[in-house]
């Protein structure tokens, strides 16, 4: 299993675990994570969600093989059922990212309730160098936090950034050293037992009021224009470089 899953002292832990493929998400990898995330907020015995990695990495993004062979084709595609499980669940949400966190590494952080970062950290949204565009409402999201300037280093260029940079564009809560990240974020999950889960629920909700409508709309239009460019020259020629272990050649578009 690439998705492990437990539950201990109200945490629904989710963790990917395929280290030897930098943990890239598959498509039955994110259904397996929507349905622990369905199952979490059904369950009244969990109290908050937390999803890690493995130590030095987070998640490189899709698997590209899978992803080429099953691309997302609607909104009931694997990618999307986990970003509507994830936006959608109302118990808080934690994050511990050590190492890479590339693509959906990211954008799945900004809808997270609490992010903690290890000082190894390295998130990247390298959408448009495949000929894509960014998703998972993170053209909406990622001006709002950092201001178009930076969103621009971050969505345009693909810039990578670092766990303090994360912490400073608002991402993230804290930067931590690599060893400590998983074990402050179960303690801050852990709080949760403490606290009453209906407040917690109506806050969590009324936080995420204005901009939860927006985001699915976005989503929709960024999922729209996500399969026209999976289909476009630009992005094949991305792709073949990609798996052809060269740079990419884009003078004749």
């Known amino acids: 299993m690439s998705i492990k899953t437990a539950t201990l002292n109200g945490v629904a832990t989710i963790e990917i675990a395929r280290p030897e493929k930098k943990n890239a998400i598959t498509g039955a990898m994110y259904q397996q994570m929507a349905d622990a995330l369905n199952a979490a907020s059904t369950d009244t015995s969990v109290r908050a969600v937390l999803i890690t990695g493995q130590p030095g990495i987070f998640t490189s993004g899709n698997d590209i093989e899978d992803f080429m062979q099953r691309p997302p084709g609607s909104t009931e595609s694997p990618a ?8 959608g669940c109302e118990k808080p949400v ?6 890479a966190a590339i693509g959906i590494g990211t954008t799945m952080l900004l809808h997270c309730d609490f992010v903690y970062v290890s000082d190894e950290a390295r998130l990247a949204m390298p959408f448009v160098s495949l000929g894509l565009v960014p998703e998972f409402a993170s053209s909406l999201i990622v001006p709002q936090l950092m201001g178009n300037a930076r969103a621009a280093e971050k969505l345009l260029l693909g810039d990578p950034f670092t766990g303090a940079d994360a912490v400073e564009c608002g991402i993230a809560n804290a930067v931590l050293p690599a060893s ?19 407040a917690v629920r109506d806050s969590k909700k009324l ?9 699915l709309e976005t989503i929709a ?7 026209k460019r999976l289909r476009s020259p630009e992005a094949q020629e991305a792709f073949s470089a990609f798996f052809q272990k060269r740079k990419p050649d884009f003078s004749k578009f």
């Open 80 to 87: 999307f059922v986990f970003m509507k499980a994830l936006m």
């Open 94 to 99: 934690i994050a511990a990212v050590t190492g």
């Open 180 to 198: 400590e990240v998983a074990i402050h974020a179960r303690r801050i999950a852990e709080r949760f037992n403490g606290l009453p889960p209906g």
């Open 207 to 215: 936080m995420r009021r204005a901009r939860s409508q927006a985001a």
């Open 221 to 227: 239009v960024e999922g729209e224009l996500f399969g």
